[in-house]
């Protein structure tokens, strides 16, 4: 059952009888998911995390098999391609004269302090930071900026990005598994999913303002 449809059940504005069969809810599920985790990617405001663990729920209680497999493909697909154009997108405003609305709102989203940090990262780590700054919230961004000041050529890019991808898919998966077996009913484990996923973004930066409280 799709989110929308357990949300709508819940609330009791749709009887159970009048939710779409599973066959109909994964016809329209998986693009959905598809969509809504490019447009997450291009335009860093939609809560993607949130909607592979929701997915991950849904799939989890699901009968059809490969649902969980389904869930995977399309998220990680969705992201990389997400992850790729804007990177694109990015090189293009920085060969730009004016630059571009795209490579602005990377430069946003990325902060002095963190772009320093990712850039000494990815200077000794390489490639290998692209996979962790998937998995860290707010991380994508800095690293991304980091790797475009760097002159990373979108080949080399790609390479990185394609692993970081699939890990971060894996890890929201595994968060909306975890949800959904705690719970009997598929709603309550996507509401689980939801809070567990914002908790997680929310925390490293609640920390970094706990470090910077002064003491006494």
């Excluded at 059809?64 to 694109?88: E, H, K, Q």
């Excluded at 730009?96 to 000494?120: F, T, V």
């Excluded at 996979?131 to 980091?146: E, I, T």
């Amino acid at each position: 059952m799709s989110p929308a449809a357990l949300v709508l059940a819940a609330d009791g504005l749709v009887p159970p009888a009048a939710v779409a069969p599973e066959s109909t809810q994964q016809a329209i599920g998986y693009p959905s998911l598809f969509l809504l985790v490019l447009i997450g990617a291009l335009v860093p405001v939609v809560p993607t995390g949130a909607l592979v663990s929701s997915a991950a729920v849904v799939a989890f209680h699901q009968t059809a098999p490969f649902s969980m497999a389904l869930v995977f493909v399309t998220a990680s697909l969705a992201a990389f391609l997400g992850d790729v154009a804007l990177y694109w997108l990015g090189r293009r405003g920085m060969t730009s004269k004016n630059g571009s609305r795209w490579l602005e709102a990377i430069r946003e989203r990325a902060p002095e302090e963190r772009l320093a940090q990712a850039q000494e990262k990815l200077a000794d780590h390489g490639v290998a930071v692209l996979v962790l700054s998937r998995l860290v919230p707010a991380g994508r961004l800095p690293v991304m900026l980091a790797c475009l000041v760097a002159k990373w050529p979108l080949r080399r890019f790609v390479r990185g990005n394609l692993p970081a991808c699939l890990a971060w898919a894996a890890t929201y998966q595994l968060v909306g598994v975890l949800g959904g077996s705690l719970f009997p009913e598929p709603w309550e484990g996507v509401l689980a999913a939801i809070v567990l996923t914002v908790l997680i973004s929310v925390a490293p930066g609640l920390w970094r303002r706990v470090r910077r409280t002064p003491t006494g």
